[in-house]
């Protein structure tokens, strides 16, 4: 029996309460009244706490929701909708949320930022609340150290311009994206166009602070090697709510280069030459050189009525505008990069350029969290170990055309990203792969039929792309979340169904996470439809019902022994 007589007389009341009312299925409104009781109690403070606690029937519940939802797709009437969204304020809020949820036996989602590809952090078909992290925004800049403490809800684009106050030759390798928040961009891995020179994001963290389930706040010391190495790459939300990491930063030039050059199929630019170059160039290149290949089927200029395919290559060069444009015409003639195409800046309006903001936006834009409509979605992932050949190319100009809509984004690999063991980290997609594709298919309009259609094209686009990209395992990127290649229900065989999906995003390290996930979370409490297994499959998530509803009448009768002095009904259990 639980050490009950620990617990004080108020807590223990609302705990029977709580129970007993849990046996039943759960309405919005008995969550709100147990959750915020239980809050209250835990926080031991009225102030702020019924503030952040946002019920359905609250008139804030939709904008506050809805603010971080970066893909439309989840965002229509018929998404499921969390029975409450909680805000916390500081730590205590975390600590009782973790606590308080599952004392009531409800799911708890993180939200970090919204960008999210599949919704997970914010759509459930078990009942649910959402942690949202946004107001854990706080950055302290150390040059002197190298160093910034960063809050799991501050944005990346928050993350630069700090760093940008404090020193113009400091930087952090990161998306490129500044509304994506940082505790799911880290914890899933990181990159941006710096990753040749200086790797992965979680590469440079070098402490965190993180609520487990029990509701403790851990440092990297209080909670081991083993679980500061999983929530570096093997998604926070498995293990816990991060609520900061500790990051080293990264010196960079005064100047900068970059820039954007375009080739088309039809127009005799030789796009095919140009993308064979540059499978060839880009992952072997100077590892200050970072160039993202583009390719999109387009509207032909040539013949009306067709489309065609443009490669577009997008830079970022650690230098001087001459020393690249001289690197290119030795290693890419194809290209034919001039002094012209570049444009030379510091490293902070390099962020602003690769985030489409107009050459004139102040730093300051990068502090905007608005985005001012977020449009439907589908992404998918792919890693690329052998050059595609020319063949193999034409063949899916083809099919790109033939379907429509659906582009890649190739990010080159080499560098930094080859020198770094495959276990460092559970990011495990290190040397070997010459790039990532990422399948890109967005659209403006509302409507199943529509969805339907541009997410069939991504997955028929995946498909005929099996022989070029990696097998056994065909490996997937954690951060371009993909419910297409598996998901899991937590009954009795949720480790296989794990596998399925946890063995492409970390291939030799799945198993790695799950002893971790089983030694710091071994009832599941922190899941979604692709967390980290645990290795026993315990009854849980929809599944678990019926053990949930079953270990709260224990703990029910268990109270009542308590409460009522009937401790021969201990018997009974």
């Not at 970090?112 to 946004?134: A, C, K, N, R, T």
């Not at 928050?158 to 490129?176: C, D, L, N, Q, T």
């Not at 100047?255 to 170059?277: G, H, I, M, P, W």
Request: glycine share 8%; proline share 4%; hydrophobic share 40%.
């Amino acid at each position: 029996m639980e050490n009950l007589s620990l617990l004080p007389s108020g807590v223990l009341l609302f705990l029977l309460l709580s129970v007993t009312a849990s046996v039943a299925a759960p309405t919005a409104e008995s969550v709100y009244t147990s959750f915020l009781q239980c809050l209250t109690n835990y926080t031991k403070s009225q102030d702020h706490v019924s503030d952040i606690v946002f019920a359905q029937t609250n008139s804030s519940f939709s904008s506050v929701l809805q603010a971080y939802i970066r893909n439309a797709r989840f965002n229509t009437t018929s998404t499921p909708k969390p029975l409450l969204v909680v805000t916390p304020l500081e730590e205590p809020h975390v600590q009782g949320a973790v606590i308080c949820s599952k004392s009531i036996g409800i799911q708890l989602k993180i939200r970090s930022g919204g960008h999210d590809f599949e919704g997970i952090s914010y759509v459930s078909d078990q009942p649910f609340i959402i942690l949202d992290m946004f107001q854990f925004r706080n950055i302290t800049v150390d040059v002197q150290n190298e160093i910034a403490v960063v809050q799991a809800g501050a944005t990346l684009g928050e993350v630069y311009y700090r760093i940008w106050e404090k020193s113009k030759v400091h930087g952090f390798p990161a998306g490129v994206c500044p509304t994506v928040g940082v505790g799911g961009h880290l914890s899933g891995g990181g990159y941006g166009n710096m990753l040749r020179k200086h790797g992965l994001s979680v590469d440079h963290v070098i402490d965190a602070k993180i609520v487990d389930v029990k509701g403790r706040i851990l440092d990297k010391k209080g909670m081991g090697e083993d679980l500061f190495w999983a929530i570096r790459g093997g998604g926070g939300a498995s293990f816990g709510v991060i609520l900061s990491y500790t990051i080293k930063l990264v010196p960079v030039p005064e100047v900068v280069t970059v820039y954007r050059v375009a080739k088309s199929l039809d127009k005799n630019e030789s796009a095919t030459e140009f993308v064979l170059q540059w499978q060839q160039v880009a992952p072997d290149t100077d590892d200050r050189l970072f160039m993202r290949l583009l390719l999109q089927p387009v509207s032909s200029k040539v013949v009306k009525g067709q489309k065609t395919i443009r490669a577009t290559v997008v830079a970022l060069f650690l230098g001087g505008a001459d020393e690249v444009v001289k690197l290119m015409g030795k290693e890419f003639p194809t290209l034919g990069l001039s002094k012209q195409n570049c444009t030379e800046m510091n490293w902070i309006d390099s962020v602003l350029w690769w985030a489409n903001f107009d050459n004139t936006t102040k730093p300051d834009a990068l502090l905007d969290r608005n985005v001012n409509s977020a449009s439907f979605l589908k992404r998918k992932s792919d890693y690329v170990q052998k050059p595609i050949s020319k063949e193999g190319l034409e063949g899916i100009w083809k099919k790109m055309v033939e379907l429509g809509k659906t582009g890649f984004v190739f990010n080159p690999y080499g560098g930094k990203m080859s020198e770094v063991s495959s276990d460092a980290t559970p990011f495990p997609h290190r040397a070997g792969n010459l790039f990532k594709i990422q399948y890109s298919v967005n659209w403006d309009e509302p409507g199943v039929e529509l969805e339907n259609n541009f997410t069939r094209q991504a997955r028929m686009l995946y498909s005929y792309m099996t022989p070029f990209v990696s097998s056994n395992p065909r490996s997937a990127y954690l951060n371009y979340r993909d419910l297409d290649i598996g998901t899991n229900s937590f009954g009795n065989n949720s480790y296989k169904e794990g596998a399925v999906y946890g063995v492409k995003y970390f291939n030799d390290n799945f198993d790695r996470l799950v002893k971790i996930k089983s030694a710091v979370d071994p009832e599941n409490f922190f899941r979604n439809e692709q967390s980290i297994p645990t290795h026993t499959g315990l009854d849980t998530g929809a599944s678990k019902s019926g053990a949930s509803k079953l270990s709260h009448f224990s703990l029910y009768w268990k109270l009542m022994a308590k409460v009522g002095g009937l401790l021969i009904l201990e018997l009974l259990i």
